[in-house]
Nanobody, 124 residues
Framework: VQLVESGGGSVQAGGSLTLSCVAS????????MGWFRQIPDREREGVAA????????YYADSVKGRFTITHDDASNTLTLQMNSLKPEDSAMYYC???????????????????WGQGTQVTVS
């Protein structure tokens, strides 16, 4: 299974973007899926996560009330709706997945073994 992100781009502060992550080459079963972001020389930060069987969602404090994560089983797609964007939201955004049984915090990168290639978000 591969994760492929899309939807990044440049937007002005206060604007919105929608990121999508499609799982191809197989089916994501009972997994935890999340969005992470990273800027150069900083650790990867968990943004939001959700279980494909309905648990969650979970959000970092910095994005609560502005971002919404959803998963659609039929299309095998994870979506991150980002509203009221701020310059500090600028980063490379990554989609990630791990089996539901995996150990670790849902917003911690160590839990996840499957990663997409990333999509850049720039807010000015």
């Amino acid at each position: 299974v591969q994760l492929v992100e899309s939807g990044g781009g440049s937007v002005q502060a206060g604007g919105s973007l929608t990121l999508s992550c499609v799982a191809s080459g197989g089916t994501i079963g009972r997994y935890c899926m999340g969005w992470f972001r990273q800027i150069p020389d900083r650790e990867r930060e968990g943004v939001a996560a959700v279980y494909t069987d309905g648990g969650g969602p979970y959000y970092a404090d910095s994005v609560k009330g502005r971002f919404t994560i959803t998963h659609d089983d039929a299309s095998n797609t994870l979506t991150l709706q980002m509203n009221s964007l701020k310059p500090e939201d600028s980063a490379m955004y990554y989609c990630a997945a791990s089996p539901k049984s995996s150990m670790g915090w849902v917003l911690g990168s160590a839990r996840y073994h499957l990663w997409g290639q990333g999509t850049q978000v720039t807010v000015s």
